[in-house]
């Protein structure tokens, strides 16, 4: 059986759909457990950040458990995820041999889905449901799927990785070479910076750079795996 992986693009009107093409600056991304949902919206213009927390405050989203944010982010945790109600893309995923990887992204009134597809009679069957909401879609990518399934299961490097730049990788792959992160650690900043022949604040700042980004890309699993029942996180974690 050849697996797969299409990136599908679908466009139809809720909140987000609609928030995203009034503000084109913002990106909405949704992890979900089948438990909770994890929300993040990211707004790029800072000033288009006060007009849209606005009317996320106005819209009061429902069974909400907890909120942050900073200049630029928002986080909503909910309690009940959205996924399986009625018509939703994800619930219809569900019934078929289609595998939907999250996190779903909206953006400009579009929300991707990177999906893994089992059986290509399935995938025309998800197709076929999309028509007849008269939801416009389409196919952005559709590929044999040559990666592990399990990663796309669980976390993949697209997740974690892709917002770091190479001097980014560099600098944590270069720490980690010297035992920065060793308990007690082997070697410090500033002697590491030393034997690589770079500034030590630019060093320094590629790192702190580096591990901002890869902790901000694992916080909505963390918050989806401490929400989870505990006799369920067996069959969470990250093998």
Same mark, same amino acid.
């Given at each position: 059986?050849?697996?797969?992986? +299409?990136?599908?693009? +679908?466009?139809?009107s809720?909140?987000?759909?609609d928030?995203?093409?009034?503000?084109?600056? /913002?990106?909405?991304?949704?992890?979900?457990?089948?438990?909770?949902?994890?929300?993040?919206l +990211?707004?790029?213009?800072? @000033?288009?950040?006060?007009?849209?927390?606005?009317?996320?405050?106005?819209t009061?989203? %429902?069974?909400?458990?907890?909120? %942050?944010? @900073?200049?630029?982010?928002?986080?909503?945790? #909910?309690?009940?995820?959205?996924? *399986?109600?009625?018509? !939703?893309? #994800?619930?219809?995923?569900?019934?078929?041999d289609?595998?939907? #990887?999250?996190?779903?992204?909206?953006?400009?009134?579009? #929300?991707?889905?990177?999906?893994?597809?089992?059986?290509?009679?399935?995938f025309?069957?998800?197709?076929?449901?999309?028509?007849k909401? @008269?939801?416009?879609?389409?196919?952005?990518?559709?590929?044999p799927?040559d990666?592990?399934?399990? &990663? =796309?299961?669980?976390?993949? $490097?697209? $997740?974690?990785? =892709?917002?770091?730049?190479?001097?980014?990788? %560099?600098? *944590?792959?270069t720490?980690?070479?010297?035992?920065?992160?060793?308990?007690?650690? %082997?070697?410090?900043?500033?002697?590491?910076a030393?034997?690589?022949?770079?500034?030590?604040?630019?060093?320094?700042?590629?790192?702190?750079? /580096?591990?901002?980004?890869?902790? !901000? $890309?694992?916080?909505?699993?963390?918050?989806?795996? =401490?929400?989870?029942? !505990?006799?369920r996180? &067996?069959t969470?974690?990250i093998?």
């Amino acid at each position: 059986m050849t697996l797969h992986e +299409v990136v599908l693009k +679908v466009t139809f009107s809720s909140f987000f759909t609609d928030l995203t093409r009034r503000f084109p600056s /913002a990106k909405v991304f949704i992890w979900c457990n089948r438990q909770n949902d994890v929300i993040e919206l +990211v707004v790029n213009k800072p @000033d288009e950040y006060p007009l849209v927390v606005e009317e996320m405050r106005k819209t009061k989203i %429902s069974n909400v458990i907890e909120e %942050s944010a @900073d200049e630029h982010r928002l986080y909503f945790i #909910v309690h009940r995820c959205n996924c *399986m109600l009625r018509n !939703t893309i #994800v619930r219809h995923i569900g019934t078929l041999d289609v595998l939907n #990887v999250f996190p779903n992204m909206i953006e400009d009134g579009w #929300v991707y889905h990177r999906l893994i597809v089992f059986r290509h009679e399935h995938f025309e069957e998800l197709l076929r449901r999309l028509e007849k909401w @008269d939801w416009n879609y389409r196919i952005m990518r559709k590929v044999p799927f040559d990666g592990f399934l399990a &990663s =796309s299961l669980t976390l993949t $490097a697209d $997740a974690l990785f =892709s917002g770091l730049t190479e001097k980014q990788l %560099s600098a *944590m792959l270069t720490a980690f070479r010297y035992g920065y992160y060793n308990l007690p650690r %082997s070697m410090d900043l500033q002697s590491i910076a030393a034997k690589e022949q770079v500034p030590r604040t630019t060093f320094q700042e590629h790192l702190k750079k /580096a591990e901002n980004k890869l902790v !901000t $890309a694992l916080v909505p699993y963390v918050h989806l795996f =401490s929400l989870a029942p !505990t006799d369920r996180r &067996s069959t969470l974690r990250i093998k």
